[in-house]
């Protein structure tokens, strides 16, 4: 194994997202002193916008992936980093951030029977070579550190696993590589390694130490977990969420440290509180969880095995320890024991293990029973005393408490997915602005499913807004806030607000269903909404113009028909629920047949490569031509997802269309009343060219109507527009006053107040938009096409 010239580029970020700290090797790197950076935003180094890397470290502890950096003379490098959080000794919160700088080539390989053997080793290992610098890392070694071999090769211990356990170790390197001979250190170097590593020096064929592995063993594993104290063993136990593996965890901690073997057996329908055990006379059935003992338990002789259902004899010590709720300590030797032993093959693992004595303690969880669990010990073993039945019931309320979570998760995950679902669009509404396709993934992870939706909403004047929504969180919380905020959506969209104003208007309310849960439950995480993103856009097909307000949602991609993709520049905006902060909308025009791809970043974090490659990748499947939109949709995600989502994922592809002339007619009026008969002469003469006769003396009442009234209350200038969209029809009337009409009740002797009046008897819809200066007053009314 040669050296190589490697060397770290480490620097410190506050949390302001200031530099603080610039070493040596970042100076090599980039070419920049630390006098020129330090103090300075560390965004200032990058090639790009850096709110993707913002996103990408909110709410983490560590992040890795290639982030491009402007070298000091202009060049830009696309760097792979990796980057941890952590709180100093004062207190100060900080991120340290490293990157290994190396023009070695990818280490080595052995032959393929010893690259398979350290591939597929069930231990954790790690090559370092002389320079303490990590060259090889095993499965098992990325699974435990959450880090891939990439992101970690040519970096110090020190760096992958900042802390005092990594520095003790990478101490003990060095007299390995020096003397030739294997170290040992009682450090644990994170929550999935064990207690100890080892440290082998590796040497070549001419006795030559070139490197150093180092090897640990995982908690499972490791002999030393079962002599914990009792407090910190049963921690392990009840915290796994599955409930077979809180079984066997539960005999990972007490096999052998409190027996020589155990069995775990479950109710299938776990026994309520209020239930008489005393009701349930007869045998009782059990399903087998977990079954363990010292040396061996799961060979021929030990019987039933995990999965298969057991019939219990109601004079049996599973079902009378049922029956009791509480443990009972029995001899193996009494006869009914013995007899049980003998004939029920769910008990042959007792008889084949050699058992004396026998322990039996119910699974108790809130009140409910969950099944059984039974230890034995051997003849060389004394029997079980008082201090063990304490440890027992110890370790089986834990294990309880885990097995009755991993029961609930599923019934908990089927409930929000069933309200996430009930929020979500059923179907599209029918509107002739955009041809749309969308597609919703919820979370795969026990987290469950989260906050993230879409919406499609039929606007005035033939426009269509167009929604996307991150709720921060998951669970139950997080769709009900989803439903609240997509009916507020809904609600603002409604009274035609600008999209910077609804945003506005939507940080308001989540700042106060903020402050209402958090009275209710201070312990409340992410309470109303606070961090949550929306993107709202407004499409008209009629001027084809895109309007665009986002409040920290990643920013809208658009493919033109010549099959350009760019992203859409909107100014990103706060997430909701910060206050005070202006939000800012973008108008741009879109060719007739141009893509519009609105999305959540969990597309993006289904992802295990860097954010470019994701883009790229998205980039491409939108731009090639598709025969439909579904089509480009299940493209999208078969392109970025590598894996099951980690986050809910929501898509939403639309493709524009265009009203043309011939379905849009407008003109310029007079402030005098006798234009209304010449209002009335235009709308007859166009319904009569668009064929539409039918309703033209319907349609000339409410044009007469809102004519009348914008010449009466409002201000010049006064324009009529008719718009023919498929079955739709729609009159409007603007003004360039701001105030807005109210239907009234008149009196039996009033001469007015009956124009809006007789608008909503004739029209399906009606209702006031306001623009920058002025409004418009509009109605809509269904017609019969040929």
């Avoid at 603007?734 to 009033?750: E, K, L, Q, V």
Wanted: aromatic fraction near 4%; glycine fraction near 10%.
């Amino acid at each position: 194994m040669e050296r190589q010239s490697t060397y770290t580029a480490t620097a410190t970020i506050d949390e302001r997202g200031v530099l603080t700290n610039w070493s040596e090797g970042a100076r090599r790197l980039l070419g920049y002193d630390s006098s020129a950076v330090v103090g300075r935003p560390a965004t200032a180094l990058l090639a790009t916008d850096g709110a993707a890397v913002r996103r990408a470290l909110a709410g983490r502890e560590r992040w890795n992936g290639t982030v491009p950096l402007r070298h000091r003379d202009g060049r830009c490098l696309e760097l792979g980093v990796l980057a941890h959080r952590r709180t100093s000794a004062t207190g100060v919160t900080e991120w340290l951030v490293v990157s290994a700088v190396t023009a070695r080539s990818q280490p080595p390989r052995g032959e393929p029977l010893e690259e398979w053997t350290f591939l597929q080793s069930p231990f954790p290992l790690a090559i370092f070579d002389a320079d303490l610098r990590l060259v090889r890392a095993n499965r098992r070694m990325e699974h435990a550190l959450a880090l891939p071999e990439a992101a970690m090769r040519g970096l110090r211990l020190a760096h992958i696993v900042p802390g005092a356990a990594s520095e003790e170790t990478e101490r003990s390197m060095r007299p390995a590589l020096e003397s030739g001979r294997p170290q040992e250190v009682r450090v644990r170097l994170g929550p999935e390694l064990g207690r100890a590593a080892v440290l082998t020096p590796l040497k070549d064929a001419g006795g030559r130490v070139r490197a150093v592995c180092l090897s640990t063993q995982q908690p499972a594993q490791d002999s030393a977990a079962r002599q914990r104290p009792s407090g910190e063993t049963g921690s392990r136990v009840g915290v796994v969420a599955d409930q077979a593996r809180a079984a066997q965890e539960l005999g990972e901690v007490t096999v052998p440290r409190l027996a020589d073997v155990m069995a775990v057996d479950l109710l299938d329908s776990p026994r309520t509180g209020a239930e008489d055990p005393a009701a349930r006379p007869g045998p009782v059935v059990l399903r087998r969880a977990a079954l363990r003992a010292v040396p061996d338990g799961d060979g021929p002789g030990y019987g039933t095995g995990v999965g298969e259902a057991i019939v219990c004899p109601a004079d049996s010590p599973p079902a009378r320890c049922l029956t009791a709720g509480r443990p009972l300590l029995y001899d193996t030797t009494d006869p009914a024991v013995a007899e049980w032993a003998a004939l029920d093959p769910g008990a042959s693992w007792l008889r084949a293990s050699g058992a004396r004595s026998l322990l039996a303690v119910p699974l108790l969880a809130q009140g409910d029973t969950l099944g059984v669990a039974l230890f034995g010990r051997h003849r060389d073993r004394a029997p079980f005393g008082p201090e063990d039945l304490r440890l027992a019931e110890e370790f089986t309320t834990k294990a309880a408490t885990g097995i009755q979570q991993a029961r609930a998760y599923p019934r908990a995950r089927t409930t929000t997915m069933a309200l996430q679902r009930s929020l979500l669009p059923h179907t599209l509404p029918d509107q002739g602005a955009l041809e749309i396709a969308t597609r919703y993934l919820p979370a795969a992870t026990r987290a469950g499913v989260g906050g993230d939706w879409f919406d499609v909403i039929p606007l005035s004047g033939a426009r269509v807004a167009l929604v996307v929504g991150d709720v921060v969180g998951h669970g139950i919380r997080a769709s009900a806030t989803m439903g609240r905020l997509r009916t507020a959506v809904r609600t603002l969209a409604d009274v035609d607000l600008p999209a910077d104003e609804l945003l506005t208007h939507l940080d308001d309310l989540v700042l106060r269903l903020a402050a209402d849960e958090g009275s209710a439950d201070p312990a409340a995480e992410t309470a109303g909404g606070i961090g949550t993103t929306c993107l709202y856009a407004v499409y008209d097909p009629v001027s084809r113009h895109c309007t665009v307000a986002r409040a920290g949602h990643p920013p809208p991609a658009v493919v033109t028909p010549d099959g350009t993709v760019r992203f859409l520049d909107v100014p990103a905006g706060p997430p909701l629920g910060l206050g005070g902060l202006p939000f800012e909308a973008v108008e741009t025009e879109l060719p007739e047949g141009s893509l519009l791809a609105l999305y959540t970043d969990g597309l993006f974090e289904a992802r295990k490569h860097d954010i470019d490659e994701a883009l790229d990748k998205m980039f491409a499947a939108l731009g090639r031509p598709a025969k439909s939109l579904d089509s480009v949709c299940d493209r999208v995600l078969s392109e970025l997802l590598s894996h099951r989502p980690d986050d809910d994922i929501a898509l939403l592809v639309a493709r524009t269309r265009a009203l043309h002339q011939d379905r849009v007619a407008s003109w310029e009026l007079d402030n005098e009343p006798s234009v209304v008969s010449l209002a009335r002469g235009h709308a007859r003469e166009q319904l009569s060219g668009w064929g539409l006769d039918e309703v033209a003396f319907t349609t000339e009442l409410m044009v007469s109507e809102l004519v009348t009234n914008a010449i009466r209350y409002g201000r010049p200038p006064i324009r009529l527009r008719l718009i023919h969209q498929g079955d739709k029809l729609i009159s409007e009337v603007y003004d360039s006053s701001g105030t807005t009409p109210h239907m009234r009740r008149a009196r039996i002797f009033d001469e007015g107040g009956r124009g809006l009046l007789l608008v909503a008897q004739l029209a399906e819809h009606w209702g006031t938009r306001h623009d920058r200066v002025g409004k418009t007053v509009w109605a809509e009314q269904s017609v019969t096409t040929l």
